[in-house]
Antibody, heavy 124, light 109 residues
Framework: EVQLVESGGGLVKPGGSLRLSCAAS????????MNWVRQAPGKGLEWVSS????????YYADSVKGRFTISRDNAKNSLYLQMNSLRAEDTAVYYC?????????????????WGQGTLVTVSS | SSELTQDPAVSVALGQTVRITCQGD??????ASWYQQKPGQAPVLVIY???NRPSGIPDRFSGSSSGNTASLTITGAQAEDEADYYC????????????FGGGTKLTVL
């Protein structure tokens, strides 16, 4: 059974830092790209960042570029998100999600498994 | 363009059919995926690709696409289908970004 378990959330002051982790099990972690997606309280989903299976390709949403760093340790089956210079608008539940691609001519990129999320609150 | 547009709210009578739409330029290049999210829970993938359902998703859920519009159809809506639904696609600008629609709150009457 595929499982993704996030941890590391909590209360942090504006300008502070936090490191989120996502522990993966039930699949060959090193074969899949992974993502972080967040959801502010009462708001919609926002894609944050993605990392390829070997960490060769990394992408960020404009809203976090330069402040957040995604990384992974395939030996530990773990995904990370280092969040620096945190702002109040970064307050959200952060989900890790497994990445898939489907199709040949027209592709579908989708997230087939999600963790339960970890809450990050940025407040003084 | 990096935007996907959804109607904020849709309602359907129990047992009837409802269509939830998602519009955006990226949908001319990539298929949408659809996610169901119930209060306090993580999103769940319900449709991906042209019209593919993951294992465990009822066949009353179906997807379609035309031009810049993707649709999620629930045929014979059930009370348990009341949830928020989000579409997602890869951005077509070449930046390898992903974009979500704003979400549609489905109410089953």
């Amino acid at each position: 059974e595929v499982q993704l378990v996030e941890s590391g959330g909590g209360l942090v002051k504006p300008g502070g830092s936090l490191r989120l982790s996502c522990a993966a099990s039930g699949f060959t972690f090193s074969s899949y790209s992974m993502n972080w997606v967040r959801q502010a309280p009462g708001k919609g989903l926002e894609w944050v960042s993605s990392i390829s299976s070997s960490s060769s390709y990394i992408y960020y949403a404009d809203s976090v570029k330069g402040r957040f760093t995604i990384s992974r340790d395939n030996a530990k089956n773990s995904l990370y998100l280092q969040m620096n210079s945190l702002r109040a608008e970064d307050t959200a539940v952060y989900y890790c999600a497994r990445d898939r691609v489907f199709g040949v001519v027209i592709k579908a990129y989708y997230f087939d498994y999600w963790g339960q999320g970890t809450l990050v609150t940025v407040s003084s | 363009s990096s935007e996907l547009t959804q109607d904020p709210a849709v309602s359907v009578a129990l047992g009837q059919t409802v269509r939830i739409t998602c519009q955006g330029d990226s949908l001319r290049s990539y298929y949408a995926s659809w996610y169901q999210q119930k209060p306090g829970q993580a999103p769940v993938l319900v449709i991906y690709g042209k019209n593919n359902r993951p294992s465990g998703i009822p066949d009353r859920f179906s997807g379609s696409s035309s031009g810049n519009t993707a649709s999620l159809t629930i045929t014979g809506a059930q009370a348990e289908d009341e949830a928020d639904y989000y579409c997602n696609s890869r951005d077509s600008s070449g930046n390898h970004l992903r974009v979500f629609g704003g979400g549609t709150k489905l109410t089953v009457l």
